[in-house]
Every structure is written in structure tokens, then in C-alpha cells.
């Protein structure tokens, strides 16, 4: 029995095939390129049922993923996040079977630990030496501490104002660390002149094939957390979008392996910030590319990508599912988070309070029904960015009791 089943690389664009033995990243026509298993072979050796004995994380869906030999398998104990009701939430906003996907609990705490587990072990496969990224902060962290564990070295370029834990997490790991005074597109740039000085393993988002083989466990685990079966509707926070192509990948090898019913897919919903959301202007117009968001500006920091490589295969996976793209305001998704906080004791990132605050508003349009099961992905813990929510708390002299003073507001904002 194989550990991995997985094939070849293939191109969605214009069908040229590569082999997954060698360094690849981009096909020679510009598009990101995507990893075929054969899942033919492997329906005939692996039974769904047959994954419960195995460990609770990501590499229990070993065949599924691109490693091929178990000893270049890096973890720190990642996947298998909890899949979480949210019947208080959900009360509020009248979708009685709301649930989250919570990625805030896993390792660096955030999703991003799941293409860079997948990731940094295909490399360390390949033979890798030094991996270059830029990034907005958690996957910098991600990749930079993962790629510490398998023993290779990283070159991280993150925007000045990416949130700080990020930049201490890159450091500690002892990757060379540098900002920029710009966005992550800028970060993009420098990092390609880099890799191609330096001849660095360049892991930029879909520039490297593997991450998105990460990610796409996210859609497994919902199914099989679900008993087999999808959800009516998948909300996700959209930068990069790499977790939503991933959570399609994942749904249509499912389907292919007989695992899922094959007549039924979740409606995938790209959520962005007023602020930033170059998918939504795209699939408003009904287009298959998305254009360059000018002077992009959002709190959620992860969704702050204008230009994103793989816009094309979110607005793929939005038309095929017969799924969405919608907008929401800061101040909304700041209350959204306030919200989840208060009625469900979750401390979301403000990426996973502004998909919340997405099913608010859909369920407002009607878009999506009372009757209808939605998982919203929140991709990483609220403790990441400590400044989103500003306090005002009473401070006390020991003499003086509770409530002595005429403050006594716990948290404005
Ligand atoms: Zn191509």
C-alpha cells in the first residue's frame, strides 16, 4: 500500500503535466499549477471507514497529500480543528445549524500550519535548502517555524504593518526576516528578484504547488466531520483563496473517490472587505479573472491581497458551486466579532468575523435559508491580533471597591 497516490502535476489552464519528482512552481504559460492523484487506484485500496483508526490530524488523509515517503513528514500536530456549533450565533442571525470550523486552535494559530506542513515537508522531499515567501503575516510565521522543524532555511518579506506577533514568530524561528514599506504585492516583487538572484525555493502563494494540498484538508475534515456529508453552504474569508480552491479540490476528489454523494456540493462563499475585494467586483460582473485593487486598506490583514495568482480558480469554484462573493464593512466585521465573543466565548480573527458577518447578510438577502447547514471557516485565532479590539476598563485603587467608579464600561469600541 502507497503512502501517497498522488500522480503528476497538471496545469488548469492550458493541460501541460509536470512531474511532482522535481522542483516545479509555475507552468510555462504563467498559471499556477494543480496535483492529480490517482484516484482510480486509490478507491480500490482505501475505505473511508478505515481513516478512524488513525491519528487526528492532517496526515490522516496521508494518500491524499503529496509526500510520498513517510520519513520527510513535517508536523507539529495540525488538522482536525474542531467543527463547532454556534446555536447562540446562530439564534441571532436565524441560522439555527451555524457551525465554524475554528483553525484558531491549531499550531501557530492560524490555517496557514496546514500548506506549510504540507508544503515545507514536499520540500524537504524535493531537497530543498532555503524556501522564500512573501506574506501578510501568519503564513510567514507558518512557514518560517515549520521549515525551522525540517531543518531548512527561509527568507520572509512581510508589509511593515502586518500584525507584530507574525514578525516575532518569523524571527524567533530564525528565518531573515525583512519588511517592507508596502503591500504584500510589493513584498511579492522583491521576492521574486530574490529567488531568481539567490536561486531560492519560492513558496509564494500557488507558486508552489503543494500548499493549496494543505489546505484542501480543511474540506475533507468538514465532510468527514459531518458524517459523509457536505454542508448546504461554506463561507470563507478570501486573500490569496487558496482554502477555497483547496476546500473544491478536496470536495471533487471526494466525490471522485465515492466518499460523498456526487450530486451535491456546498454553495462556496468568498468573503471580502469593503475595503479590499477584487473577487467580489469580479464575480459581480460575472468575470473568470479578477482586476488589481487599488490602494487596498482592511483590518482583516490576511484578506488585504489585491491581485491574488489563483483569482481565476476562486471564481471557478464560486460559479461552479452555484456560490457567491460578497463584501462586508470594517465596522461590521468588528462588531461581528464583539458578537461571536460575546454569545459563543470565541475570540475570532477578524478574517472569520467578517465571514460571520458575510452569513448575516446573506441570510438577510434570503441567499441563504433558515433550513440551510453553514460552516463558516475561521481561519485563525483572535489572540493573533491583539490591537483589533480597542478596551476602555476602569482602573481601581485597592481602597476602592467595584463599581466606585463612573467609568464603568467593560469595552468600548
Ligand atoms: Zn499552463
Not at 510520498?68 to 480543528?81: A, C, I, P, R
Not at 484558531?104 to 524556501?131: H, Q
Not at 503591500?183 to 508552489?208: C, F, H, M, P, Q
Request: glycine share 8%; net charge negative; hydrophobic share 40%.
Amino acid at each position: 500500500m502507497k503512502y501517497s497516490y498522488v500522480s503528476h502535476l497538471y496545469c488548469p489552464k492550458c493541460s501541460e503535466t509536470y512531474s511532482t519528482d522535481a522542483e516545479h512552481h509555475l507552468c510555462r504559460c504563467g498559471s499556477p499549477l494543480l496535483v492529480q492523484y490517482d484516484l482510480d487506484s486509490l478507491k480500490h485500496h482505501l475505505k473511508k471507514e478505515q481513516l478512524q483508526a488513525r491519528n487526528p490530524d492532517l496526515w490522516r488523509y496521508h494518500e491524499l497529500l503529496p509526500v510520498q515517503d513517510e520519513q520527510y513528514k513535517v508536523t507539529l500536530g495540525e488538522g482536525m480543528s474542531p467543527l463547532l456549533p454556534m446555536p447562540e450565533l446562530g439564534e441571532d442571525m436565524n441560522i439555527p445549524k451555524l457551525h465554524m470550523k475554528d483553525e484558531g486552535t491549531i499550531p501557530t494559530g492560524s490555517f496557514k500550519a496546514r500548506g506549510a506542513a504540507v508544503g515545507v515537508s514536499k520540500a524537504k522531499e524535493l531537497g530543498v535548502g532555503e524556501l522564500a515567501m512573501p506574506t501578510n503575516g501568519n503564513a510567514g510565521a507558518a512557514w518560517s517555524l515549520y521549515a525551522a522543524r525540517a531543518s531548512i532555511g527561509s527568507t520572509i518579506v512581510m508589509p511593515i504593518d502586518a500584525p507584530k506577533i507574525t514578525r516575532n514568530e518569523c524571527a524567533v524561528s530564525g528565518a531573515n526576516l525583512y519588511l517592507v514599506n508596502g503591500l504584500i504585492s510589493d513584498a511579492g516583487k522583491i521576492v521574486a528578484r530574490a529567488v531568481e538572484r539567490d536561486n531560492l525555493y519560492d513558496v509564494s502563494t500557488l507558486k508552489e504547488p503543494y500548499r493549496i494540498e494543505g489546505k484542501k484538508t480543511m474540506g475533507i475534515e468538514i465532510a468527514e466531520q459531518l458524517g459523509w456529508e457536505v454542508p448546504d453552504v461554506i463561507l470563507y474569508p478570501t486573500g490569496g483563496g487558496v482554502g477555497l480552491i483547496g476546500i473544491h479540490k478536496a470536495l471533487k476528489e471526494l466525490q471522485a473517490l465515492g466518499w460523498i454523494d456526487e450530486n451535491r456540493m456546498p454553495r462556496l462563499v468568498a468573503v471580502q472587505s469593503e475595503g479590499c475585494a477584487p473577487i467580489v467586483e469580479a464575480w459581480r460582473k460575472g468575470d473568470r479573472e479578477a482586476p488589481f485593487w487599488e490602494n487596498s486598506s482592511t483590518v482583516a490583514f490576511g484578506i488585504n491581497v489585491p491581485k491574488a495568482l489563483g483569482d481565476f480558480l476562486v471564481l471557478d469554484a464560486l460559479y461552479d458551486t452555484d456560490g457567491c462573493a460578497i463584501a462586508v464593512s470594517e465596522d461590521a466585521l468588528l462588531e461581528e466579532q464583539k458578537t461571536a465573543a460575546s454569545l459563543e466565548g470565541t475570540f475570532v480573527c477578524p478574517e472569520g468575523a467578517a465571514a460571520f458577518s458575510a452569513a448575516r447578510t446573506l441570510r438577510n438577502k434570503g441567499w441563504i435559508q433558515e433550513s440551510d447547514r453553514v460552516v463558516v471557516l475561521n481561519t485563525g485565532a483572535g489572540i493573533k491580533y491583539p490591537d483589533t479590539v480597542q478596551i476602555d476598563v476602569p482602573t481601581l485603587q485597592p481602597h476602592e471597591n467595584l463599581y466606585d467608579t463612573k467609568e464603568n464600561e467593560h469595552a468600548t469600541n
